[in-house]
């Protein structure tokens, strides 16, 4: 089922337009604030925009024009699956009842709807603890639970709020792998800061901020090539951003970066950004030896392990050197270092709209 989602909150400075095509899943990554929770909210039904258009499949969910509601259908009839950080489940239901709710929710019979959880209990490796209460189980167990109860209703589309946040270091992994199996062929959002979950769960990227969809498209091409600040920093690398000027960009301070454009065509004065990777960066004291290069003066505000290196943090841009760089320069949080990158180490590309 394909989902279509177009929705206006003045108040929360809200206004997101996006599709998420039938089968795939879709990670929504953006800073805390940034609207992740007020779309999925808007999407089960639990929260009422302004002006909306959502719909599942060409099956309306809610029309709603200038505070005036055309057609509101409430969560229990959306056919939409919502599973948040914390399991809530019964506390007085077994795991299997639990699960066994959406089904029942549903107008399946008792015993029908049992062997539908327990088949999903089954899925979530889960089996042998369907008799226990939430209170007998681990964090983790009881997102196992939940997962299955979110999916044991059969729902047309799931929403996913930050579903590993709250769980410990050591169960995440098994736990990603699990949703990576249940979300296969299914249509869904998973909201996260994770960007694992967006590497191993989702099929596009959506990057959110200030309540607006700032970049979207696959997975690779979004963490590879990110346009907006945000994504860049998810992904881990750096990113300049300036407007064209011939086969370079030039920032607002006047600074010239030069790199190369992939076939892109950019034209001049159009906003663009310069991407490239902390381990392409080198750091110096003093001036810069040899050939054309980009140059970056800048001043370390931290230092911090990174694997077998050490991220240095300076002005908005990081580097990744060895420990015996740090040493042999000195590095220390207020170091003025100048920071270098070869143009064929930086690709600029149009910015995010």
Request: neutral net charge; hydrophobic residues 45%; charged residues 20%.
């Amino acid at each position: 089922m394909s989902l279509r989602f177009v929705a206006r909150i003045p108040e929360r400075r809200f206004d997101v337009d996006l599709e998420v095509p039938a089968g795939q899943t879709l990670a929504l990554l953006g800073p805390n604030g940034s609207g992740k929770s007020t779309l999925l909210a808007a999407a089960a039904g639990l929260l009422r925009p302004s002006d909306a258009s959502i719909s599942l499949d060409g099956r309306v969910l809610a029309r709603v024009e200038g505070g005036s509601t055309r057609t509101w259908l409430p969560p229990h009839e959306r056919q939409v699956g919502l599973l948040a950080q914390q399991p809530r489940l019964f506390p007085h239901l077994s795991a299997l009842d639990n699960v066994a709710f959406g089904p029942r929710s549903r107008g399946t019979s008792r015993a029908a709807a049992r062997r539908v959880a327990g088949e999903w209990l089954r899925r979530v490796d889960l089996a042998d603890l369907g008799h226990r209460r939430p209170g007998q189980l681990s964090g983790g167990q009881a997102q196992r639970v939940a997962i299955a109860r979110a999916l044991a209703a059969d729902p047309d589309l799931v929403l996913l709020d930050e579903p590993l946040a709250a769980l410990d270091v050591d169960v995440t992994p098994a736990l990603r792998q699990t949703l990576r199996t249940v979300l296969a062929g299914r249509t869904a959002v998973i909201a996260t800061h994770d960007i694992l979950d967006a590497v191993l769960l989702a099929d596009a990227v959506a990057v959110i901020d200030g309540g607006r969809i700032v970049e979207h498209g696959p997975t690779r091409e979004v963490l590879t090539r990110p346009r907006s600040p945000f994504g860049a920093r998810i992904a881990g690398l750096n990113l300049v951003a300036g407007v064209a000027d011939g086969d370079a960009l030039r920032t607002t301070a006047g600074t010239v970066v030069h790199g190369r454009t992939a076939g892109e065509r950019v034209t001049d004065g159009s906003p663009v950004v310069a991407i490239f990777r902390p381990s392409a960066v080198a750091v110096y004291l003093d001036a810069v030896p040899g050939s054309p290069r980009n140059v970056f003066d800048a001043t370390v505000q931290t230092l911090e392990p990174y694997g077998d290196l050490v991220r240095v943090r300076a002005d908005g841009l990081n580097a990744d050197v060895t420990p015996a760089a740090v040493a042999d320069l000195g590095l220390a949080p207020g170091t003025r270092v100048r920071l270098v990158v070869k143009a064929a180490e930086v690709e600029i590309c149009p910015a995010a709209p």
